[in-house]
């Protein structure tokens, strides 16, 4: 008896550990609403032979979304294994699971280089420091979009503001989306 219930501790203390972020999280979990991921999709102006990348995706409501609506193939990558795991169940009960896919990794150590469109719902702080990356990584012509939070110096192409959401808790706020292209190399 004493053996099982050291097993089980065990197993307890494992799946716990398991379920922690590898670092402390660099942005807290905002989900975005669903008036804010139509319209990062079409400022993106999603083709079908894009590949979305959401860098920080929580529960992945915009890979999903893409893959939907527009099927294409999207990638969600957040070092959060919580909302890796959330994910990967919405996708399945979205029925988009042969056109997504879900990483747990930390977003500055991913390879997004396939990305023709990439997503962020993430920090000024973050953005910049993950800018560089953008800019090394990504192929010329992929697009960008970024959810309330700008690049610092790069002017966006495109800046387009939603006055109210169709979420009743967000009526009446003001929410910003960037919109860039990945510049040919020099």
């Known amino acids: 008896m004493l053996r099982r219930s050291f097993l089980l501790c065990s197993s307890l203390a494992r799946l716990a550990a398991q379920e922690k972020p590898k670092r402390k999280l660099d942005v807290p979990y905002v989900p975005s609403t669903e008036a804010a991921v139509k319209e990062m999709l079409k400022l ?7 590949v979305l990348y959401d860098l920080g995706c929580g529960d992945g409501r915009i890979v999903i979304a893409a893959a939907k609506a527009h099927g294409i193939w999207g990638v969600g990558i957040d070092i959060d294994p919580q909302r890796i795991k959330e994910a990967r169940e919405n996708a399945r009960v979205a029925g988009v699971e ?26 000024p702080s973050v953005n910049m420091k993950l800018r560089p ?17 700008d690049l610092g110096d ?16 967000f009526t009446g706020l003001s929410q910003t989306f960037y919109l860039w292209t990945i510049p040919t190399k020099q």
Do not use: H, M
Request: aromatic share 10%; glycine share 2%; proline share 2%.
């Open 44 to 50: 993106a102006k999603i083709q079908k032979t894009d």
């Open 154 to 169: 790069w002017k966006a192409e495109k800046q387009v503001n939603l006055d109210s959401y169709d979420d009743s808790e």
């Open 133 to 149: 990356k953008l800019l090394a990584d990504l192929k010329p012509g992929t697009r960008v979009v970024s959810n309330t939070f």
């Open 98 to 123: 042969a056109l997504v896919r879900f990483e747990e990794k930390d977003l500055f150590q991913a390879d997004f280089r396939e990305a023709t469109v990439v997503t962020l719902f993430l920090l």
